[in-house]
């Protein structure tokens, strides 16, 4: 056995002493205190003192506002469409950076810049591109007389949805592409050359070896952006700040107007933890997965 | 015959890609060298007739975006978050990638776990906490809870840096006479600054990219970050000035996509790691 494994723990604890106080008092303390301050009506304006209000709050949102089922539902949409979409394109984009074409490392770079660019930096662009009046989808559309009139993209309750869609699935795909090129790499030559000495090619090669062996892979990003995408509102607000109406609003956006802009943190709070619990039981299920694949 | 075929398409789709990948920015940073009269056109023109840097001096001077000091408030942040990140990522993750004590694996879930929990889900008790700690609108906020989104995947990064390092160096300075503490901080931290300067650009990028955090604990001059003036601006501005704003994102986005480049190949293989794995 090594010096070092022979170790004290104390060593190994002392050195993360640190981090673990960073994060249980900066992290779990404030979700400990969300559900605390989920059962009150703190609120920033007007009222001097808390009180609690027992489950005033989430019975509000469940039996009372009649937005809170349709916001929901919106999040659904939102959350699984958007990665949805992040696989749809990721998955193709991975497989031809896989193969051999000239300056791949390039591209690979290349292919990350949506990824990393600011997220408000992303919703300006796009937002200009979809813009109804001098955007360039519009004009590529009339073009191609695909449309007659200009579309309001952000605007119309029928077409903001695949907008938003679109930017998402545009911003979060590269990380998808990512995660499956890595597992392509991962994945032994010898099993493709005995699939083809029994026949197979192209799409079926895909579908019968290639997409079985990236399982894992597709499930593990797949739970990271899931959770992703369900904790950030920022693209949302940028663009259209949960309107026309309440058509793009989510939980995430909720939580924020709830919280600030209608100052009430209690009813902001109490989406929070329910937010929360939903978050759990995905990570939940994403600790597992790693859990067994690292056995 | 059939074989160039393939080989054809293989560009086609790659060309494909990478038009819809980079179109959105190229489209942002051309944008941003035409007059407001070229921007304004019912037919978008691939070629600027009078390039122009009007739109960085609006998006730079006082009559416009004024984002210097934004951008400084950012820098500032960013590069103390980055701090942060490293002091308490090199010390866990040393923990983690060096020892086998009881509770590892339990605090190795803690970590995943912790990264899950972001913006919306901690909001409400952050601003409660900020505002009684009498710092909310304040640079010293930010970087406290950007530490709550980098600290977990860093630390987690930083592990598998120590990983590669060979333990008998450690051994050999021990015996030597050298404690724990300067084994680890003479022969041991020199060998991972690869990926303390990667884990220190990926912390600075996410801290620089945030804009929900820095949205509700600041709103003041002095605190606000470049990405909350930005969206300031589109509201402002949103219907006159778009060649200044596409100007300000490009200096918004100019910083992280640089540092990217640089620090990219450390960071793929960390990130990717778990999908490897897998």
Not at chain 1, 184 to 204: M, N, S
Not at chain 2, 134 to 163: D, E, Q
Not at chain 2, 175 to 182: E, L, P, T, V
Request: hydrophobic share 50%.
């Amino acid at each position: 056995m090594s010096l070092l494994k022979r170790l004290s723990h104390r060593v190994a604890y002392l050195f993360l002493l640190p981090t673990l106080a960073y994060l249980i008092g900066f992290q779990t303390y404030p979700l400990v205190e969300n559900i605390r301050l989920s059962f009150t009506n703190l609120s920033l304006i007007g009222r001097e003192s808390v009180e609690y209000v027992g489950w005033e709050n989430y019975r509000h949102f469940l039996a009372v506002d009649k937005q809170f089922w349709s916001i929901l539902w919106n999040t659904v949409v939102w959350v699984f469409g958007s990665v949805l979409f992040q696989f749809v394109l990721g998955i193709p984009t991975a497989l031809v950076l896989n193969m051999r074409i000239r300056a791949r490392g390039l591209w690979r770079g290349l292919i990350l810049i949506p990824w990393v660019m600011p997220v408000v930096v992303v919703s300006i662009v796009w937002k200009w591109i979809f813009d109804g009046q001098w955007g360039i989808l519009n004009f590529f559309l009339r073009e191609f007389h695909l449309i007659s009139r200009n579309v309001i993209w952000l605007g119309n309750p029928q077409t903001v949805w695949p907008s938003l869609l679109l930017t998402s699935a545009w911003k979060g795909f590269p990380y998808i592409t990512l995660m499956v090129l890595a597992g392509l790499q991962g994945i032994e030559k010898e099993v493709y050359e005995a699939a083809k000495v029994d026949g197979a090619t192209g799409f079926r090669l895909f579908w019968h070896i290639t997409l079985p062996l990236l399982q894992p892979t597709i499930f593990v990003s797949g739970l990271v952006a899931i959770v992703t995408t369900w904790t950030k509102f920022e693209l949302i607000w940028v663009l259209t700040e949960g309107g026309p109406g309440n058509t793009t609003s989510t939980l995430a956006t909720y939580i924020y107007t709830n919280s600030f802009v209608f100052y009430d943190m209690g009813k902001g709070a109490a989406l929070a933890v329910m937010s929360t619990l939903v978050v759990l039981i995905v990570s939940l299920f994403y600790v597992k997965m790693l859990r067994r694949s690292s056995v | 015959m059939r074989r160039l075929y393939s080989v054809g398409m293989r560009y086609v789709f790659l060309a494909l890609i990478m038009v819809f990948t980079l179109f959105p920015f190229f489209w942002l940073v051309f944008n941003s060298f035409k007059p407001s009269r070229e921007i304004f056109t019912v037919r978008p023109t691939l070629r600027i007739q009078n390039p122009t840097l009007e739109n960085y001096k609006w998006a730079m001077g006082p009559k416009g975006a004024n984002l210097g000091r934004y951008l400084l408030n950012s820098i500032f942040t960013a590069g103390f978050a980055a701090i942060v990140t490293i002091i308490f990522a090199t010390t866990g993750g040393y923990a983690l990638g060096r020892f086998l004590f009881r509770g590892r694996e339990s605090i190795a879930i803690f970590l995943i776990l912790s990264q899950m929990f972001q913006g919306p889900l901690i909001m409400v008790p952050w601003y409660k906490m900020a505002s009684a700690l009498g710092i909310i609108n304040t640079r010293l906020v930010l970087i406290l809870i950007y530490g709550t989104a980098t600290i977990p995947t860093c630390t987690w990064l930083m592990s598998g840096f120590y990983g590669n390092v060979p333990e008998d160096l450690e051994e050999a300075a021990m015996i030597d006479g050298c404690s724990y503490f300067a084994a680890f901080w003479r022969v041991v931290l020199p060998l991972v600054i690869p990926g303390i300067v990667a884990i220190g650009l990926y912390s600075f990028i996410i801290a620089w990219n945030d804009y929900q955090y820095a949205l509700i604990l600041t709103s003041s001059d002095f605190a606000k970050t470049v990405q909350v003036g930005l969206a300031e601006l589109i509201g402002f501005f949103g219907k006159t000035s778009w060649g200044g704003i596409m100007a300000s994102g490009v200096l918004t986005s100019l910083p992280v996509v640089m540092l990217f480049v640089v620090v990219q190949r450390y960071l793929v293989e960390g990130l990717t790691s778990g999908a490897v794995k897998g």
